[in-house]
């Protein structure tokens, strides 16, 4: 049975004569978290946490023994190891969740599995493409296992190749067209993501992770963006600036939509750190930082009034 969610409680609640009791008991049902639901954060996030300190281990002790360790030792000890999870998370009964943290951690077995052999056979275990190899082969098992652990290690994967390509073979690209770039990926990403749980009821898709990606998008949006306004004026810059403006909107809208004041708080942030980069560009002396000063610790002040007054709004909605 489809879980209910908080917006829908909220459209029964105001277009009908549901008691606030009924309302109420609603919401703890099926929107607040239980006792339940804590212990499987806790089961989750301590697997999660066991498996990294795994594969951590794994990669610390090649690191320590690599000069004592004969380069069949070290291909053979590394591919045992991801043949050995994949097939225990294959073809053992196990919980689906344990099989997904598994495969995940397979998946980060295969980047140490090209990393040693480029070491051991020079092939340049540091270049962008070990990193485009890792994302391409692992990439439909990230579609089939659809975890979103996996997810996060994949599109991590995408970012890093695309900036060690930048650093190692695009030298044209300049550090405006480049965040441009890492904005534009990331948010085609988040729109997916976003448009897919919407259109496809049966794809859950984590908050936490959606809000990564967000998070990633607008980290790049405000580097770009103050870079851009300290450099010289290119092409680049005034495409970043129409998309970054378009997106925003866009966050924004689909902020006051959803009830979500991720959006909107760190979309206003951005915006703020954006701004105040132009007024140093305007001047750079004593009294332009008061100005500067005195615009942070307003805008900031007006922000959060202003998302506590929303919350209050949405929650007397529900209520």
Request: proline residues 2%.
């Amino acid at each position: 049975m489809e879980k209910i969610r908080r917006e829908e409680i909220r459209i029964i609640a105001k277009n009908s004569n549901w008691s606030t009791s009924s309302v109420s008991k609603a919401l703890h049902d099926h929107i607040y978290n239980a006792s339940g639901d804590w212990l499987k954060f806790l089961k989750v996030f301590f697997l999660g946490l066991g498996v990294s300190f795994t594969v951590a281990g794994i990669i610390f002790f090649f690191a320590y023994n690599w000069d004592a360790l004969h380069k069949f030792a070290k291909l053979g000890l590394i591919s045992g190891l991801l043949v050995a999870t994949t097939l225990t998370a294959v073809l053992a009964k196990l919980n689906p969740l344990v099989k997904k943290a598994l495969l995940t951690a397979s998946a980060v077995l295969v980047g140490l599995f090209l990393a040693v052999f480029g070491q051991v056979y020079q092939t340049g275990a540091n270049a962008y493409d070990l990193f485009l190899n890792w994302t391409l082969l692992i990439a439909i098992w990230v579609a089939i296992v659809n975890f979103a652990p996996l997810w996060t290690v994949f599109i991590t994967l995408i970012n890093i190749t695309i900036v060690l390509y930048a650093e190692q073979v695009a030298h044209g690209w300049s550090d405006v067209f480049l965040h441009s770039l890492l904005f534009g990926v990331n948010s085609f990403i988040l729109v997916v993501f976003l448009l897919g749980s919407e259109w496809a009821k049966n794809i859950n898709t984590p908050s936490w992770f959606t809000h990564l990606i967000a998070l990633a998008a607008i980290v790049y949006a405000t580097m770009g963006v103050c870079i851009g306004i300290f450099d010289p004026p290119e092409t680049a810059f005034y495409m970043l600036l129409f998309t970054v403006l378009l997106l925003y909107v866009a966050g924004v809208l689909y902020g006051l939509q959803n009830k979500s004041a991720f959006y909107l708080s760190v979309i206003g942030f951005s915006s703020i750190i954006m701004f105040s980069a132009f007024l140093i560009k305007l001047s750079g002396d004593a009294g332009m930082f008061l100005i500067i000063s005195l615009f942070i610790i307003s805008s900031v002040t007006l922000l959060i009034m202003w998302l506590i007054k929303l919350h209050r709004k949405w929650n007397a909605q529900i209520g």
